[in-house]
């Protein structure tokens, strides 16, 4: 069988259903007065949070409908107080400059305020701004730091470009079982994206075992999904199989 091609990295991804349940994230407290005894100041933070959660819940139905000057009021305010959706989404308005001017710089600032919190959207994003040096320095090691991070909290996207960097060496030592490792992790989660590749290792024999039947079960995952690149590496695999035999 020929070299399979392998499909490169994924850039930035804001589709609204991704994102984590507004429900699951932490609220902190950065600006907590501490006036009075420790019991008082925990007591203060848990009446803060209902009134934060539903401030952000404002916040957010004004970015969905697409109010952004609103959403940037509103989330600027949460997000000075370290609430870690709201950090995530400003960043958004500043990358795409919605509801205020476009600065690659603060996206960034608040992606990485959002991914020390341990968001997980905002670790994929601020190892896109590295890999790309967008308003921060061009720095690979740093794109897959973050990467790494976000993949083990389960993001597909993360799980998809740390492979693609270990495949090619680039910000990590090239190590293909490693690319095998983290493709099958966003396979398993059902991406097409990744179960192609992972076929197109299988059959070319990189990093596993070469293995035609398993890169075809994994090419007809992503063809049921209507993956292009699958649907054609089928077809080149049975058009081209009477000649191999």
């Known amino acids: 069988m020929r070299n399979t091609d392998i499909l490169t990295a994924k850039s930035r991804h804001f589709d609204w259903k991704s994102r984590r349940s507004l429900i699951s994230f932490v609220l902190l ?4 007065i501490l006036a009075g005894s420790v019991d ?20 957010l139905l004004a970015y969905k409908v697409t109010d952004y000057q609103t959403a940037f009021q509103r989330l600027n305010s949460l997000a000075l107080q370290d609430v870690a959706d709201a950090q995530y989404y400003l960043a958004t308005l500043y990358d795409d400059g919605r509801g205020v001017e476009e600065s690659p710089a603060m996206a960034a600032y608040w992606y990485r305020r959002a991914a020390k919190h341990g968001h997980v959207n905002a670790q994929y994003n601020i190892g896109v701004a ?3 040096g967008e308003g921060v320095q061009k720095n690979m090691v740093d794109a897959v730091r973050w990467w ?36 099958n992790k966003a396979a398993q989660q059902g991406d097409p994206a990744a179960q192609y590749n992972l076929g197109a290792l299988y059959a070319n024999g990189q990093g596993v075992s070469q293995d035609v039947n398993v890169a075809l079960n994994w090419w007809a995952r992503a063809a049921e999904q209507g993956f292009e690149q699958a649907i054609v590496a089928l077809r080149d695999f049975h058009t081209l199989k009477p000649e191999q035999e």
């Not at 407290?29 to 907590?32: E, Q």
């Not at 008082?40 to 916040?59: C, E, F, K, V, Y």
């Not at 993001?155 to 990590?172: H, P, T, V």
């Open 40 to 59: 008082a100041a925990t007591s203060s933070a848990r009446q803060s949070q209902p009134i934060l959660q539903q401030m952000l819940n404002h916040a």
């Open 148 to 183: 790494r991070v976000a993949a083990v909290h389960g993001s597909i996207n993360a799980q998809f470009n740390l492979g693609i960097m270990y495949l090619k060496g680039e910000g990590i030592r090239r190590d293909a079982s490693e690319a095998v490792h983290w493709w």
């Open 29 to 32: 407290l950065a600006s907590l």
């Open 130 to 132: 590295h890999a790309n």
